[in-house]
């Protein structure tokens, strides 16, 4: 299947920061990446359940899920979650970097994740194109 963007990235606004320079790093890589701060016109006048599944359910290879206390207090993060989780029936298309630690009760507890302080913004982008280059997702 031919996906539009490599990596969809699900994060609260709190994270932002972080994320952004994430983002930065995978486009060095040459990485095709969807945020709603690159691409803020798609979102923009759209009906957001519809447009969002159509971005991480059909148009991106994997799916970023940036789970942080925030993350779990909101309602498009949570319904992006459930998107990846749905997704994730068909095939592992998602990958969790833990800011604190919380859980969303879809997703099993037995994925693995990193945690975001142990790795340089720039190791972590180099992890996420390595799991996308390997197919292993």
């Known amino acids: 299947m031919k996906y539009k963007y490599d990596v969809a990235i699900s994060y609260a606004s709190e994270q932002r920061q972080y994320v952004l320079e994430l983002c930065q790093e995978l486009q060095k890589l040459d990485l095709k990446i969807f945020a709603d701060f690159i691409e803020p016109e798609r979102l923009w006048g759209s009906y957001l359940p519809e447009e969002l599944r159509k971005i991480y359910y059909n148009e991106s290879k994997i799916i970023i899920i940036f789970l942080s206390k925030e993350y779990v207090k909101k309602s498009y993060t949570l319904f992006e979650s459930r998107i990846a989780m749905e997704k994730s029936l068909e095939n592992i298309s998602f990958l969790i970097i833990k800011y604190d630690y919380v859980e969303l009760p879809w997703l099993n507890k037995t994925i ?9 913004v720039s190791k972590l982008a180099e992890m ?10």
Do not use: F, L, T
């Open 112 to 120: 693995g994740y990193v945690n975001w302080n142990e790795y340089s």
């Open 128 to 137: 996420i194109q390595r799991k996308i280059v390997k197919k292993k997702i």
